[in-house]
DNA sequence: AACAATATCTATCGTTTGATAGACATTCGA
DNA sequence: TCGAATGTCTATCAAACGATAGATATTGTT
């Protein structure tokens, strides 16, 4: 790759933003590795620039050298959690995209996709222990949206509902942009995700250590049964109306 | 009331335990009010003791005296929570205990007491904007226990779900302690509970300024026709099985 | 081998932090 | 009115913070 310099126009000595020696590229996916950790564990404010670099076995300028700053390495980190949730709900959202390209699906086909889509998004949001460092981070971004939440939303959240939201409409015989639609999209949605703020409330209640293998399981079939009842008399109703 | 020493043993000078002079009094609640608007607004960890000290209009050495740290604020702020929470949903518990004496409740009867349940919920969660300003110190603690969770689960969250849990037990014909039971409370209060950790997400997605109102009025509407459907379908299923 | 580019390091900085000492002000009961 | 108890203030502290300067080490290309 061409050769780039190291300092910068203001003299100051920096990454090269065409990228660098294979070294520099393992230093700085370990620091963000590292960050994602702190973090997620500590929130923006309480994990110190000493803990970090600590945590990712650098000394102190080597953050100011990747990143410029304490910030930048946040936003570092939201970019990194944008690609690996993209990189996780790429499939799913080609495949349900695909699907529903075809008009007209039958009713039983379109709730089994619909509770494919929330198995799935089960196993990514609840089922993949990196999630539960990101949870703080996700939520910090909820509370006081800064930069870093928009590519959180653009990316990952938007899509994951709009997507959603065409099955259900097509299950409510509504389009994707009805308000209820939406409404019932992020409620069903919701029964997944809040048990990630929530993780530890739900724990208590339930008695379980976590939510691995059996016990999702459990929450899949739970959900499954709620959605069923849902959508089957939604259509009765939807049908009683036209009469 | 019997008057005792503001001077601790080791020699510091702190508020008596025993309560002070009302001037003492009205400081201290200013203090907390103050201190839950920046814990909320910017977490533990970049709220600093100058900010809460300004926003209180206090000088720095007031919160020692009344709280002895930082982390005593902090702890006081959710013992505040906790007595806010109880205040507003004892009407509801008791009501709720004192309904369900009845060993057998009509099934129409039982619905309604678990929406009208829900409705309160929301206005709660909601509908009051105090809450806005609670939600990342909840979050917080959710994400990483501290004392301050021991008093919002055991006051606050446990009894909402016990509560709930018992419509819902008698709505499924199970016990409230049975898991199945559990996990469907948790999830039908976590449809009114992610927006408030999954506020910028919703409030993006339905184009919504906020949860207010009318705004308010359609998340229950929808949530009713959730639960309606929810639970008719369950008793059927429930007799069909049975047959 | 040489040298330019990149990467890491030590030492240090100015600022901010949470907290304290002791002086001073106000309150309240006798 | 007086004095004890409570409450507030200024000044200051030690420690930690996020960040930088310039020296030194390593890498990779010619």
Redesign the interface.
């Known amino acids: 790759m061409p050769r780039t310099k190291a300092v910068a126009e203001d003299g100051r000595r920096r990454h090269p933003a065409a990228g660098g020696y294979a070294r520099g590229d393992d230093t700085r996916a370990r620091i963000v590795a590292a960050a994602l950790d702190v973090f997620g564990?500590?929130?923006?404010?309480?994990?110190s620039t000493r803990m970090l670099a600590e945590k990712a076995g650098v000394t102190l300028p080597a953050l100011q050298y990747y990143f410029d700053n304490k910030e930048g390495l946040y936003l570092a980190c939201a970019e990194h959690i944008t690609q690996r949730m993209e990189m996780r709900l790429k499939a799913l959202m080609d495949e349900t995209a695909a699907a529903l390209m075809q008009r007209e699906l039958p009713r039983a086909r379109l709730t089994d996709m619909l509770l494919d889509f929330l198995d799935r998004l089960a196993d990514i949001f609840l089922g993949e222990r990196e999630l539960e460092k990101w949870?703080?981070f996700i939520?910090?971004?909820?509370?006081?949206?800064t930069r870093a939440?928009d590519l959180i939303?653009d990316r990952v959240?938007?899509p994951v509902?709009r997507a959603c939201a065409a099955l259900v409409g097509r299950l409510l015989e509504r389009p994707a942009s009805d308000?209820?639609v939406?409404?019932?999209?992020?409620?069903l949605i919701?029964?997944i995700?809040?048990?990630?703020?929530?993780?530890?409330?739900?724990l208590?209640?339930?008695g379980w250590p976590d939510f691995a293998g059996d016990r999702l399981a459990?929450?899949k079939k739970?959900?499954h049964?709620?959605v069923?009842?849902?959508?089957?008399?939604?259509r009765h109703?939807k049908q009683r109306g036209r009469t």
Chains 1, 2 share one sequence.
């Open positions: 564990q500590y929130g923006f404010g309480e994990a949870t703080l939520i910090r971004e909820q509370a006081q949206p939440f939303f959240m938007h509902v308000r209820e939406k409404l019932r999209t992020l409620m919701g029964r995700v809040i048990f990630r703020p929530a993780r530890e409330t739900a208590r209640v339930l459990l929450v739970s959900l049964a709620q069923a009842a849902e959508f089957s008399v939604s109703a």
